[in-house]
């Protein structure tokens, strides 16, 4: 393995503070593109030009060859199956269940995943698995949605199924030309490494992923059948927040609450990515040093800056917005929240 | 819309990197001290100056007074519950089961503790303590034999124990008169907020936190009685390293694995601090945002660049000095690791 040279460290601002008591105790930096389907920046800071992995926030573009090739009307795999496809689940009862259904109805099984066992990421879920007796299991992993859907369409294309989180698979090689084409940008030379669920992960630039959302949001551009299937996985995600995340978790809180008029995806180390349909945007951000608090307070704020969220949301939303900092006795001790000097 | 300029950023530099692949992928700010007994800078990084709650990294010098004003003797506080003390624990069993034969031998239980009760970070116990049908308590949480060293001395001075985390409780006055003394400055006006656990953190400026350790590692300019204290704690965390934090932690693995040549505690939000008593050193770290994987690492290199471990002790360290990272079927996808440019 061979550790390529550092990118210049370009000025990344700090756009998110961690309060405890009468200080800021804590500083997360982050850069934030926000892109229309023409390439155009609306809105940027740090360095958007610097290649990021994705991580699992790019799920809603790795879903669509499952759309666009037909593999999803040939297997009958739902609206809630497609969120599914796009999640990074908690690994409830009910996100398991479904993977497993889904795997049942293609022929496959619990064996046929190939990313590792991992515990439900939702402490009641884990409580009770441990409880029953049971282990976690690759049905657990926050990715086996996203892997049932890459299944499903290698047996649709008579691919082999063995093997499909490989770089060199067919699939995998689907999904590289499906980011290059969004994206737009030639990825084949690009610094990769492999992800947490065993997928490869390929570094592309921040300012491409919010142009690859912007597409997905405002994808008059693209073929029909590409477009068609952008559409009915924001359609999907919106619309089964739950199988997106699960309890408690920003991705579905704010889908849920904002009733369809954004699609947001977490991946790890710190990046979030968002399709806008009714402003034609995409947004991409990656918070410098990986935090997820960072990420989600970022996210919302460039929600509230972009006016999609009237009062009442707002309100209803405060909580996920400006998360409160705890103490193990419940007493508030601090918050997470953007920056307030007026830049962000 | 339009491309903001960039807020204004103290230079915090980069110290910690992770790397997945063939990319660094996240990267860790880091401030650091090492400073002697006199005050003297022997080397930094960052902003020293910068006021930051030393959060549980301070624990060491919040057991001084259970030792120094002779209730440890009083109530024949063994060694091994003076690291306890200056412990953030996992709350595995032998852990729990120390803190509350202590709390009995005292005359109390765990109904005296103020903190708030808390799940063992440590899995394996967290499963158990499910499986046996219980819930975590107070015992159970990280800072409990921090709190049975603040009862027991708040018994042995006739004070009321209700109440002990306050600000005002003679208990938290002491300590905070401690800080002043060991840092070597006033901080009735420093900002303050509430810990965890509940009691209050003070902030204080890296610098002087490191001296503070100095003081300890170093502590011929004491008082006989809190330069003896000084001495029996860190004799104490080096001697029952597992104490101080349990299975798998990066305190117990560095200071088994260095024999006694170095005290280290770490600190919620990416605090860090050692004392060294054969170099006459103290060190403080705070990573800028908090992560504690970029604590560890940071003060891992310190440690080998200050050339007290040999090469036998690092090459036994490796895993603790560059810990990989993994996915869910055990995989290494990567490392987090000091940056390579040889400043650091």
Redo the contacts between chains.
């Keep these: 393995?061979?550790?390529?040279s550092?990118?210049k460290?370009t000025?990344v601002?700090?756009?998110v503070e961690?309060v405890?008591?009468?200080?800021v105790?804590?500083?997360?930096?982050a850069s934030v593109a926000?892109v229309d389907a023409h390439g155009k920046?609306?809105?940027?800071?740090?360095d958007i030009e610097r290649?990021?992995?994705g991580r699992s926030a790019i799920k809603p573009l790795l879903a669509i060859p499952l759309v666009e090739t037909g593999a999803a009307e040939q297997f009958q795999v739902s609206d809630a199956e497609v969120a599914l496809a796009c999640a990074s689940h908690n690994g409830e009862v009910a996100h398991v269940e479904a993977v497993l259904a889904w795997l049942s109805r293609i022929g496959l099984s619990i064996g046929d995943l190939?990313?590792?066992?991992?515990a439900p990421s939702y402490d009641p879920s884990y409580?009770a698995l441990?409880?029953s007796g049971q282990v976690p299991t690759r049905a657990h992993?926050n990715c086996s949605g996203k892997h049932a859907g890459f299944l499903t369409t290698a047996l649709f294309a008579g691919e082999p199924t063995a093997g499909y989180i490989q770089y060199e698979h067919p699939v995998q090689q689907r999904l590289l030309g499906l980011l290059e084409s969004m994206c737009g940008l030639e990825l084949s030379r690009a610094?990769?490494?492999?992800?947490?669920?065993?997928i490869p992960?390929i570094?592309t630039p921040l300012g491409n992923l919010a142009l690859a959302m912007a597409r997905m949001a405002d994808p008059h551009h693209l073929s029909p059948d590409r477009a068609n299937a952008c559409e009915r996985i924001l359609r999907s995600m919106v619309g089964y927040p739950f199988n997106v995340a699960g309890t408690d978790r920003f991705c579905t809180m704010i889908m849920e609450g904002l009733h369809g008029k954004v699609a947001i995806k977490v991946g790890a180390?710190?990046v979030y990515l968002a399709a806008l349909p009714q402003l034609g945007l995409g947004v991409a951000l990656k918070?410098?040093?990986?935090?997820a608090r960072?990420a989600e307070v970022a996210m919302g704020r460039i929600l509230q800056?972009?006016g999609i969220m009237d009062a009442a949301e707002e309100s209803a939303l405060a909580s996920a917005l400006r998360p409160a900092v705890r103490?193990?006795?419940?007493?508030r001790?601090?918050d997470v929240r953007p920056?307030e000097?007026g830049?962000?």
């Design positions: 393995m061979t550790v390529l550092q990118p460290a000025e601002p700090i756009l961690v405890r008591g009468q200080m105790e804590s500083r997360h930096r926000i920046v609306a809105a940027a800071w740090g290649p990021i992995y190939e990313c590792g066992p991992q409580r441990i409880l992993n610094a990769r490494g492999i992800d947490g669920c065993g992960v570094a180390e710190g918070i410098e040093d990986g935090a960072a800056r972009l103490n193990w006795a419940g007493t001790t601090g920056i000097d830049q962000f």
